[in-house]
């Protein structure tokens, strides 16, 4: 099992530039969950998918982040335009729905918006 | 080990000594807890669980107790080595709800050779 795989491990922008982070579930997980985590604000929970479909996002801090999740096996969070605020790492999470088994994290995704 | 501001409680031990980390949870209805360990760089990995009808649980030098009365968790390391350094977070989990964990902010665990 190769776990929750997310791309790309680091990422340094400009201000201003679109980012475009990605994740791969674990295969038969159903559920999947985009943290942000910050020293300021620990792990927070961003969005959350059931099957394909969003079903909180009321995390998402503001317009300029949007996620989506095409198929079982990928997700991706976007953040247009970027700010050195929404310097963090991001992770992402899978799990079987209905279930509280088998949560697992990825490696993140280390941004920095300079 | 309650977490508030921008830092991180931090608990210094040196390697061979046992180490406690404590947590309390939020929500008396949360029914299952997991001990979670953050390794620079890394995403945070499972150590332990415990289901609240049990007040203990042991694993490979890993112990997890809970007190539900004061909705508090444990999580006890014995001989603890320069490998276990990491910063460590519990969750709650409320089963029969959205199943999705909510964090304590951490502690952060520095273990001295």
């Known amino acids: 099992d190769a776990g929750v795989i997310q791309s790309p491990r680091h990422e340094v922008t400009e201000m201003g530039q679109e980012v475009t982070l990605r994740c791969k579930p674990i295969?038969?997980?159903?559920?999947l969950f985009w943290y942000r985590q910050t020293m300021m604000r620990g792990l927070e929970l961003l969005i959350y998918?059931?099957?394909?479909?969003?079903?909180?996002d009321s995390g998402m801090p503001e317009d300029r982040f949007s996620a989506k999740m095409p198929n079982a096996s990928f997700s991706t969070l976007k953040i247009q335009p970027s700010e050195p605020r929404d310097s963090a790492v991001y992770f992402c999470?899978?799990?079987?729905?209905?279930?509280?088994?088998?949560?697992?994290f990825g490696s993140g995704t280390r941004l920095t918006v300079v | 080990g309650e977490s508030v501001g921008l830092h991180l409680p931090t608990l210094s031990v040196q390697e061979g000594d046992n180490s406690i980390i404590n947590c309390a949870y939020s929500?008396?209805?949360?029914?299952?807890f997991i001990w979670y360990k953050q390794e620079s760089g890394k995403g945070p990995q499972f150590i332990i669980d415990?289901?609240?009808?049990?007040d203990k649980r042991q694993g490979q030098r890993v112990t997890v107790l809970l007190n539900k009365t004061v909705k508090h968790l444990s999580l006890q390391i014995a001989a603890t080595q320069p490998g276990d350094s990491a910063v460590y977070f519990c969750?709650?989990?409320?089963?029969?709800?959205?199943?999705?964990?909510?964090f304590g902010r951490g502690t952060s665990l520095i273990v001295h050779p």
């Open positions: 999470a899978s799990s079987r729905s209905g279930t509280d088994y088998g949560y697992t």
């Open positions: 295969s038969g997980h159903n559920s």
């Open positions: 998918f059931n099957n394909n479909v969003p079903i909180d």
């Open positions: 415990i289901r609240s009808n049990m």
């Open positions: 969750a709650e989990i409320l089963s029969g709800g959205s199943y999705i964990p909510t």
């Open positions: 929500n008396s209805a949360s029914d299952y």
